[in-house]
């Protein structure tokens, strides 16, 4: 049920741009996106939901297309910031109520050089 | 605010010895979440809560157990130690579920936990 990322590591020259993507196997609600720098905690970028709109986040955007349970992150003229490994989370549809937990991909290490 | 705080930050067992991480939010959250992440496995729910007196089971629930007496207090008990359990342990909260526009997680600084 984990949703798969690719790619699983990507290196770019700052300023340069960056698209990551997450698929499911499972129908999803929702999607989710982090960002976790070296030894620290992940923190929260956005989130995506069925039938909503696309969320972005300074030059940062993402996408989610429902038919095919994807979603893509937009990195736009990335700078040193960016750097980390991004991950997604997905929200089931089948998980009912408000309780719906994530699963979480195995992550995107992103390095971003000068 | 602290935010999300986890005790303690880093731990040596041997095998077989028993502990407890202690998980604490001051955002009046009534969703807690317990992940282990492991180099190249992403962060794995072992197990979550759903508000005070509840606890329900990850992902990879198995040689561990929670307890949520207090809401803004998550315990992740391991009972017999083993080599696999050794990881980074991360604690998290949330105001509501996966399903809510709301739904962001918060996650506290990690415990590095290894058992030789």
């Known amino acids: 049920q984990q949703p798969v990322q690719s790619p699983q590591a990507v290196i770019l020259r700052e300023g340069e741009d960056a698209v990551i993507n997450c698929s499911s196997s499972k129908a999803l609600y929702s999607v989710h996106w982090y960002r976790q720098k070296h030894g620290e905690a992940p923190v929260f970028l956005m989130i995506?939901?069925?039938?909503?709109e696309q969320k972005g986040h300074d030059k940062i955007s993402a996408s989610f297309n429902e038919k095919k349970q994807q979603s893509s992150l937009y990195l736009t003229a990335s700078q040193l910031s960016y750097s980390g490994t991004y991950f997604c989370?997905?929200?089931?549809?089948?998980?009912?109520?408000?309780?719906?937990?994530?699963?979480f991909g195995k992550g995107t290490k992103l390095s971003v050089k000068p | 605010n602290a935010g999300v705080t986890q005790t303690p930050k880093f731990r040596v067992l041997k095998t077989g010895q028993s502990m407890t991480l202690l998980c604490a939010q001051d955002m009046n959250h009534e969703y807690m979440y317990w992940y282990r992440q492991d180099p190249g496995m992403g962060l794995r729910l072992i197990h979550y809560s759903v508000g005070e007196g509840t606890t329900a089971k990850g992902e990879v629930p198995d040689g561990y157990n929670v307890s949520r007496l207090k809401k803004q207090n998550f315990l992740l008990g391991l009972e017999s130690a083993a080599p696999s359990q050794t990881s980074v342990y991360f604690c998290?909260?949330?105001?509501?579920?996966?399903?809510?526009?709301?739904?962001?997680?918060?996650f506290g600084p990690g415990t590095r936990l290894t058992v030789l």
């Open positions: 989370g997905t929200g089931l549809l089948n998980y009912g109520g408000s309780q719906g937990n994530l699963i």
């Open positions: 995506l939901l069925k039938g909503g």
């Open positions: 998290a909260s949330s105001y509501s579920g996966a399903h809510k526009k709301s739904h962001e997680q918060f």
